[in-house]
T-cell receptor, first 117, second 110 residues
Framework: DAGVIQSPRHEVTEMGQEVTLRCKPI?????LFWYRQTMMRGLELLIY????????DSGMPEDRFSAKMPNASFSTLKIQPSEPRDSAVYFC???????????????FGSGTRLTVV | QKEVEQNSGPLSVPEGAIASLNCTYS??????FFWYRQYSGKSPELIMS????GDKEDGRFTAQLNKASQYVSLLIRDSQPSDSATYLC??????????FGSGTRLQVQP
């Protein structure tokens, strides 16, 4: 398996533009997570899905952020309009709920480094 | 809101020494804890998990959990320059989501 695949790796955009980040989880994984990492705030959970259904989006900073998972192999995180304070590394991660339910072995993607100027 | 506290470091140790990384948490209900390692410019990767009080060893790594003191630590024996990274402590938040600490940067000096 190729692991969790994120695209693009780097994105530079102007303030006010729409940004779409993409993620392909590991085949068969039933959980997908979107995290954001900055020096100031560390790694923050934005939203996560179970079997393509959003479970908790309380970490989404504001209405400018939205996420979808139309099928088990694809998810998007959209920011519209983007602002300089959205600059961060955005990670997607997936995991499989084992029978025991206690294995939190996330596999993270390589991340998308977003710069909003 | 569950919180996880870590000293940001950097923690600098000489090669071959024991590195001790610490994490405190605010939620007394938490039953499991995780240590992730993140190299500069890379994504986090799971290195250890611990669910019960006491020690858990895996190679050069030992995780220690003290639920009464709400304290979890990671010991790295015989530290190597390749261990230089940021170490993130994490605990569960809801259904399989994790809350991460801000991480401790470890530097192993050759």
């Amino acid at each position: 398996d190729a692991g969790v695949i994120q695209s693009p790796r780097h994105e530079v955009t102007e303030m006010g533009q729409e940004v779409t980040l993409r993620c392909k989880p590991i085949s068969g994984h039933d959980y997908l997570f979107w995290y954001r990492q900055t020096m100031m705030r560390g790694l923050e959970l934005l939203i996560y899905f179970n079997n393509n259904v959003p479970i908790d989006d309380s970490g989404m900073p504001e209405d400018r952020f939205s996420a979808k998972m139309p099928n088990a192999s694809f998810s998007t995180l959209k920011i519209q309009p983007s602002e300089p304070r959205d600059s961060a590394v955005y990670f997607c991660a997936s995991s499989l709920e084992s029978d025991g339910g206690s294995d939190y072995g996330y596999t993270f993607g390589s991340g998308t480094r977003l710069t909003v100027v | 809101q569950k919180e996880v506290e870590q000293n940001s470091g950097p923690l600098s140790v000489p090669e071959g020494a024991i590195a001790s990384l610490n994490c405190t948490y605010s939620d007394r209900v938490s039953q499991s804890f995780f240590w992730y390692r993140q190299y500069s410019g890379k994504s986090p990767e799971l290195i250890m998990s611990i669910y019960s009080n006491g020690d858990k060893e895996d190679g050069r790594f030992t995780a220690q959990l003290n639920k009464a003191s709400q304290y979890v630590s990671l010991l790295i024996r015989d530290s190597q320059p390749s261990d230089s990274a940021t170490y993130l402590c994490a605990l569960p938040t809801g259904r399989r989501a994790l809350t991460f600490g801000s991480g401790t940067r470890l530097q192993v000096q050759p």
